[in-house]
């Protein structure tokens, strides 16, 4: 199968550098998110692989060809970038009719893609009436026209309605599950923590972090126990010779720092700690993301542009 | 990847955009009309031109033609299209080339259309000041204007591309068409002569004493658009799209 790899890339615009000797490759399927806030040389990234921008060094090839060189690349390479790129005075169907026929995919097709991005009563319509999320599905329509191995996309879940995100969220799924290449960006963790299973992290262009979601929470992120008890003194006595501290929170729960819940568990049964709710605080995404970007200012908190 | 496809692609993105299709509208009627009033007028001036009057017409309908080429590639530069088209068809030369393809031969076909349409309006209103017009001479003038108006479609694509920008192109040359060359264009001597548009109308002239002549002076407007097309490869293929 296909994968996206990225070699030494580097991409400078005049004296600033968008991507920094950046290097990860993103195998088929799984779902890899792309995160990094605004700025961190993501979508420079994503044009880069598709040959958009030319890199100042490196490489970036898709199962080892320059996009550039793919026959009727469509049919490989699906990519999302900007969804206002639709013509506003062209149908949705026309769109999507254009780009199939310089691929010579049938307009069968393009009838698929509308009625799978739920586009389809919309089809005939002028793009300049579309919703933002519309205009969205749209893109994502035309990044899946060609039924490709790998499927790219530039935060594809931007000004989607809630029903629309979680369809992206099981689109994307679904693409991994059938042994694509997907890589997602976002800046958004919570949406990127829902449905991605690996993580390649960005800041300011350089590789921050390549590995497993759940890896990369748990690592960043030390584990808490939420417990709610009837009886506070017991539970803190029963903890305490076990080196295990209760915090007591505003709403009346106890938090457990650094503990799992397994042990906190049974300490707190063979006390007969009458206990009323007993859970497990696993780290966010956004923790693990925020505890890594303070690291990195820490390593290169340097007199450059912020 | 094959060419055949990338033309219809660019072909259907040109039938789909209202804008151009009514730009070759606009040329076929401004042109055929205004070739139908310019043979009711001016017979009686010393340098009338009976051949130039048939074809009197090319003046507006260059203008739409000009606006055809633009806007066609213009629709390119607005919001990332030009992104999708190039992740769509990467090998740039050849997309390029298509996409001029897909407006030259409309372009062609409606020039000449629009003059042959021209000469039939303007023989009927010119009447007998037309008599002494050979076969040959409207044939040349018809063949000419329709390759003549195609030339100036690609002139204009061809600065558009380089431009980066429709608006900026036709604010460029539409002024440059109606008032450099039209009226200081007597004042300045023979080098208006090689200006694209003068030089490519001598082809519509019966009588010519400028220092090219019809076939000659179609080649000079032809070079213009050449370089005009060269130099917007030049920027396509170099540039980050």
Known sequence: MTSIDVHDLTKEYGTRRAVDHLTFRVPPGRVTGFLGPNGAGKSTTMRLVLGLDRPTSGSATIGGRAYATLPEPLR????????QAAHDSRT??????????????????????????????????????????MRQRLGIAAALLGDPGVVMLDEPSNGLDP?????????????????RTVLVSSHLMNETASF??????????????????????????????????????????????????????????????????????????????????????????????????AAETEFTASPQEA | MQFAPVLHAEWLK??????????????????????ALGGASSTSEPEFDPLFATQFGVFLGQIAAISFGAMAVSAEFRNGALRLSL??????????????????????????????????AAR???????????????????????????????????????????????????????IVSFVIGDAAGTAVEFMPDR?????????????????SGLGVTALWAATALLAGAWRLRRRDA
């Open chain 1, 163 to 179: 029903e629309g995100i979680v369809w992206v969220r099981q689109l994307l799924r679904r693409l991994a599950d059938e042994g």
């Open chain 2, 87 to 120: 992740a769509a068809v990467p090998q740039r030369g050849h997309w390029f080339a298509a996409k001029m393809t897909a407006i030259a031969l409309p372009a062609l076909a409606v020039g000449l259309l629009t003059a042959l349409a021209s000469l039939f």
């Open chain 1, 76 to 83: 490989h390479v699906g990519a999302l970038l900007d969804a």
């Open chain 1, 196 to 293: 991605a299973d690996h993580l390649v992290v960005l800041g300011r262009g350089r590789l921050l972090a390549d590995t497993p979601m759940r890896a990369f929470i748990e690592s960043r992120v030390r584990p808490a126990v939420r417990i709610r008890t009837s009886d506070p003194v017991a539970l803190k006595s029963a903890l305490a010779p076990h080196g295990h501290e209760a915090v007591e929170r505003k709403d009346g729960h106890w938090t457990v720092p650094h503990a799992r819940v397994d042990d906190i568990g049974r300490l707190a049964s063979a006390a007969g700690v009458p206990i009323l709710e007993l859970a497990a605080d696993e780290g966010t995404l956004e923790q693990a993301y925020l505890d890594l970007t």
């Open chain 2, 124 to 178: 009927v209103t010119l009447g007998p000041a037309a008599d002494g017009l050979t076969t040959g001479e409207q044939a040349r003038a018809v063949v000419g204007c329709g390759v003549y108006l195609m030339l100036m479609a690609l002139f204009a694509a061809g600065l558009a591309t380089l431009l980066r920008s429709g608006v900026t192109t036709l604010s460029l040359l539409i002024p440059f068409i109606l």
């Open chain 2, 14 to 35: 040109i039938r789909t955009l209202r804008p151009l299709p009514g730009a070759l509208v606009a040329l076929f009627v401004t042109g055929t009309a205004f070739s």
């Open chain 1, 92 to 133: 949705g169907r026309d769109h999507l009719r254009v780009l199939a026929a310089s691929n010579r995919i049938p307009d069968r097709r393009v009838d698929e893609v509308l009625a799978e991005t739920g586009l389809g009563p919309a089809a005939t319509r002028r793009v300049r009436t579309y919703s933002l999320g």
């Open chain 2, 199 to 215: 030089a490519g109308q001598v082809i519509l002239q019966q009588a010519y004493d400028g220092p090219l002549g019809p076939w």
